[in-house]
T-cell receptor, first 116, second 117 residues
Framework: AQTVTQSQPEMSVQEAETVTLSCTYD???????LFWYKQPPSRQMILVIR??????QNATENRFSVNFQKAAKSFSLKISDSQLGDAAMYFC?????????????FGKGTHLIIQP | DTGVSQNPRHKITKRGQNVTFRCDPI?????LYWYRQTLGQGPEFLTY????????KSRLLSDRFSAERPKGSFSTLEIQRTEQGDSAMYLC???????????????FGPGTRLTVL
């Protein structure tokens, strides 16, 4: 069974600074996707960024980028120029992509606090 | 694209009652998923539909839980004889092989928060 581990229950960063959230996963599969989702307080889960395992290039979306290390099974999220609106729970998720879709496996989340 | 919608947003019920939640996916998405999220945890996958076919249901939490997607559009999740341990947020997500966010990227609804007294 796949597992996803987020070892940082809470992170704090000053506004405009850069922060990195960690995620490791365990799988025996070679075809999979990895995601970071953001869940603001009392609001719905929003996709931040997605990475296909077969791609060597790290995904980027504006101020958000990932460091995907397939051999180490590591998938960290870097948020540059942090903004107050980035405050939320961030979840790392794994999805198997071979042989059809399936449910995602999520980590327990990292609570990101942005200090003004 | 109006996003995934879920109704009701909140449900309070007494132990032993049955409850049903509805999910309307993004209109062009043929895949639909249900998750449960308890406080302080990430979502936990429950079941998955491709069109009207339920392709994965082994992770439904007990036989009190059931889901349907009768015409391949909206879906319902029913919990019979609710227990206090069923109190949680129930999330629905949808995806498509041709989704603009990438194949099978799941987009989530706002959830239904269930409180069992």
């Amino acid at each position: 069974a796949q597992t996803v581990t987020q070892s940082q229950p809470e992170m704090s960063v000053q506004e405009a600074e850069t922060v990195t959230l960690s995620c490791t996963y365990d799988t025996s599969e070679s075809d999979y996707y990895l995601f970071w989702y953001k869940q603001p307080p009392s609001r719905q889960m929003i996709l931040v960024i997605r990475q296909e395992a077969y791609k060597q290039q790290n995904a980027t979306e504006n101020r958000f980028s990932v460091n995907f290390q397939k051999a180490a099974k590591s998938f960290s999220l870097k948020i540059s120029d942090s903004q107050l609106g980035d405050a939320a729970m961030y979840f790392c998720a794994y999805g198997y992509s071979g042989g059809g879709a399936d449910g995602l496996t999520f980590g327990k989340g990292t609570h990101l606090i942005i200090q003004p | 694209d109006t996003g995934v919608s879920q109704n009701p947003r909140h449900k309070i019920t007494k132990r032993g009652q049955n409850v049903t939640f509805r999910c309307d996916p993004i209109s062009e998405h043929n895949r639909l998923y249900w998750y449960r999220q308890t406080l302080g945890q990430g979502p936990e996958f429950l079941t998955y539909f491709q069109n009207e076919a339920q392709l994965e249901k082994s992770r439904l939490l007990s036989d009190r839980f059931s889901a349907e997607r009768p015409k391949g559009s909206f879906s319902t999740l029913e919990i019979q004889r609710t227990e206090q341990g069923d109190s949680a947020m129930y999330l629905c997500a949808s995806s498509s092989l041709l989704g603009t966010g990438g194949a099978d990227t799941q987009y989530f609804g706002p959830g239904t928060r269930l409180t069992v007294l």
